[in-house]
Structure formats: C-alpha cells, structure tokens
C-alpha cells in the first residue's frame, strides 16, 4: 500500500481509538455517578467539563494526525469507535465497577467502625464522666452559694444590731 493509504488507516485507527476511549472515560464518570448521588446542576457541570477535555483531545489529535483540519471519516471513526465499546461493553463494565467499588467501600466503612469502636466508647465514657462531673459541680456550686447567703445574712443581722 501507497504511503499516502497508510498515513489515512492509521488516522482513522486513531479516530476509533478516540472513540472508544471517550466512552471509556464517560463510563467512568457513569460509574461515579451511580455511587454518589448528583443533582442536575451537578451533573450538567461534569458533562460540560467531559465534553470540553474531549473537544480539547479531539483537537488535539486532529491537529497532530491531520494538521486541524476536520475530515468527516475521522468523525465517522470516532462514532464507530463508541459504537463497538458499547456493543462490546454495553452497560456491564459499569455494574461491575460500580459494584466493586461499592463493596470496597463497605468493607473500608466497616473496618474503620471497628478500628474506632474503641475510640467511640471511650468518647462515650467521658462525655458521661464530664456530664456527672458538671451535675456535682452544680450541686456543689448551690450547696457554697446557699451557705454563703446565709453566712452573709448572719454577718449583716450581727453588724445590724451593733
């Protein structure tokens, strides 16, 4: 084949390639999605994120492989490429994924309320040691003022009579 031919193949290569590691990189941003919920405003801030690395690698690879200009087979390329990943794929590598990840997760969460278990009591024990501490405290603080009063009142009725 002519150099020319060549030169066209791998560009197109190139442009599958684009394709399916676009829908990669979206399945992952599926996959994120699935694990922590998004609200709309959210959502439509990573897709305009997404989309904006991808035109930036689109460039990119159009302007090393073609010199920037748009050729419509490097577009049809990169739609094959998404075309095969999701017959291929389809929506399995994100249930596995999200599901792996979610268990990875829970055992990480699981393991950490075990380390800390100890911790959590001993929280729990002197939140009970600092509130009987500050009722004897109060008792304690009643029982001075009320004996105070009363020795300041007997100070005055003494100093009255005099």
């Known amino acids: 084949m002519s150099r020319e031919i060549m030169q066209e193949l791998t560009f197109f290569t190139h442009s599958v390639l684009m394709g399916v590691v676009i829908t990669f990189a979206y399945d992952w941003i599926r996959v ?3 694990l922590f919920k998004h609200g709309t405003v959210l959502i439509s801030v990573e897709d305009l994120l997404f989309w904006f690395v991808c035109g930036i690698g689109v460039f990119y690879m159009l302007y090393k492989e ?13 739609t094959i490429g998404m075309f095969f990943y999701k017959m291929i794929v389809r929506d399995t590598f994100t249930n596995i994924m999200s599901t792996i990840i979610h268990k990875i997760m829970w055992f990480v969460f699981h393991v950490i309320q075990i380390v800390l278990k100890p911790l ?6 002197e939140k009970t040691f600092v509130l009987f501490t500050g009722k004897k405290l109060k008792k304690c ?5 009320k004996r105070l009063t009363v020795f300041i009142k007997t100070i005055r009725m003494v100093l009255c009579k005099r």
Do not use: C, E, H, S
């Open 66 to 78: 073609n010199d920037g200009t748009l050729r419509w087979f490097a577009v049809l390329g990169a």
């Open 141 to 145: 603080k009643n029982f001075v003022k």
């Open 32 to 34: 994120l999605r699935r």
């Open 120 to 125: 959590k009591r001993l929280i729990y024990a």
